[in-house]
């Protein structure tokens, strides 16, 4: 102990004062790091407190995965600089060329910055989860998986989609939190709408009393009422609210009966009706239109 004594009073003090600072300066970035990572596992706590949702979670690690090791970057930067300080190395040339160098890379990589900020605000904004069936990009299928610089989608067809973030500008996401199937049923002119309504009112209960169904609707469907009269047919609208993704299925499900109560009902689904007009001369008549009717042979 007594030569490290001895030691020390040898050194300049100069030297000894930037040994103390460049050593309290460790001990502060060591305090400041340990800080940063009980900061993102506190958000991460935070944000998968609020749901049980084992997507969600994912995405809570995820943020504060990105948030600690921006800060824990920031914070060693910091650290180098005030060491170098200390050092009496000049850092002025040192932040040009790290600044020409950060500015050839930025050029360089703008797309992927640009794909990992729309990212990180994606997962922030919990606009997009695994799971999840979207439009994005012009493209719309299954979320297979999200992270900061893409997110890949199957369709329907088996196909593999991969999306940077950075195109992605407008997200529809078909099923977030809950989802509806909307219906447009088509009648004949002669048929009771009144009537018609009773009918789809007894498919919903029935549908909401099927044990393989009851737990896929969420309510009673709500029916809007007569929404068109189109050339052929009366046009009467409605929806039925359902668990996310579950929509495709019950829509499904009510079309079948739709079909099998209207037939029971003799309520007819109408088919296109065609007017033919044969045309008329200048002097008011019209040519002939001959019909021939055949009885078909037993």
Not at 62 to 70: C, F, K, N
Not at 222 to 227: F, P, Q, S, T, Y
Request: net charge neutral.
């Amino acid at each position: 102990m007594d030569k490290i004594a001895d030691l020390l009073g040898k050194l300049p003090t100069s030297l000894l004062g930037s040994a103390i600072h460049i050593g309290l300066i460790i001990v502060l970035t060591a305090v400041g790091l340990r800080f940063v990572r009980m900061l993102a596992k506190r958000l991460t706590q935070i944000i998968a407190s609020r749901t049980d949702d084992t997507e969600s979670q994912k995405r809570a690690e995820t943020l504060s995965a990105v948030i600690r090791h921006i800060l824990t970057v920031a914070l060693m930067l910091v650290a180098i600089v005030m060491v170098l300080g200390e050092l009496k190395i000049e850092i002025g040339p040192l932040l040009a060329t790290a600044g020409v160098v950060g500015l050839a890379i930025g050029f360089g990589a703008q797309s992927l910055v640009k794909d990992v900020i729309n990212g990180f605000f994606i997962l922030l904004e919990d606009e997009i989860r695994v799971g999840d069936v979207v439009e994005i990009a012009g493209k719309s299928g299954l979320v297979e998986k999200v992270n900061l610089r893409l997110t890949i989608l199957r369709d329907l067809n088996g196909r593999v989609h991969f999306i940077p973030n950075g195109q992605i500008n407008t997200v529809t996401n078909s099923t977030k939190n809950f989802s509806r199937h909307v219906f447009d049923l088509s009648i004949a002119y002669r048929e009771n709408v009144d009537e018609v309504i009773e009918l789809i009112k007894q498919v919903d209960e029935s549908m909401r009393n099927d044990p393989d169904f009851r737990e896929d609707i969420l309510q009673p469907a709500e029916i809007l009422g007569l929404e068109q009269l189109a050339n052929s047919a009366q046009v009467v609208k409605g929806f039925i609210p359902t668990r996310p993704g579950q929509q495709w299925r019950v829509g499904r499900e009510f079309n079948r009966r739709i079909k099998k109560i209207f037939d029971e009902n003799n309520i007819e689904i109408p088919f296109p009706h065609l007017t033919l007009y044969m045309g008329q001369d200048k002097d008011g008549t019209a040519p002939p239109l001959f019909v021939e009717q055949k009885q078909k042979e037993s």
